[in-house]
């Protein structure tokens, strides 16, 4: 178990192809404990495996919010599947462990259905709404490679490029 450094924006391998799992590892469970340590360590209300630099098609939500018990362990979503969205969107703010600091509006639909394995290996589905059904959606955008400025327009793709560029370079230093 340990907490990983996060990848942060613009770190190409935030942009690499995820690899579906065919069986649930040793390995496999080891990056889950890594991943819940490191989510709660940068208190996120989810974490992909993409945001460590490992392409394994799995992302954490925290339990409360995946409508588990607080004493219970970060859900896994493994090999997700959105299996609907609401037509009804709405534009929130939103921010990203691989975008510390940043946050934009970014219009999701305000429901969706996810079907996905569990750490058992067991099959699941879940439908959230709201905060969850936002961040459903924005972990599986993860999975494949879409990322917050890929919602904002240019100059303020800059401006967070500048920001993000900034702290990497302090951080350095
Ligand atoms: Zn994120």
């Not at 992302?59 to 009804?88: H, Q, R, Y």
Request: charged letters at 25%.
């Amino acid at each position: 178990m340990a907490v990983l450094p996060i990848v942060v924006w613009p770190d190409p391998r935030l942009r690499q192809e995820t690899r579906r799992v065919t069986e649930i590892t040793d390995e496999i469970r080891t990056l889950y404990r890594d991943l819940v340590d490191t989510m709660y360590a940068h208190n996120g209300l989810g974490i992909a495996a993409i945001q460590v630099g490992d392409p394994t098609a799995m992302f954490l939500v925290e339990p409360e919010l995946a409508g588990a018990s607080a004493k219970d362990d970060p859900v896994a979503f493994i090999n997700p599947e959105i299996l609907w969205t609401s037509e009804e969107s709405e534009k929130t703010d939103e921010g990203c462990l691989s975008f510390p600091g940043i946050y934009v509006p970014v219009e999701r639909p305000v429901a969706a259905r996810v079907r996905a394995l569990g750490i058992d290996g067991e099959s699941f589905e879940i439908e959230g709404e709201g905060l969850l059904a936002r961040c459903l959606l924005h972990e599986n955008d993860h999975l494949t490679g879409k990322l917050l400025v890929d919602f904002v327009g240019p100059l303020k793709r800059q401006m967070i490029k500048r920001k993000l560029g900034k702290q990497t370079e302090t951080s350095a230093a």
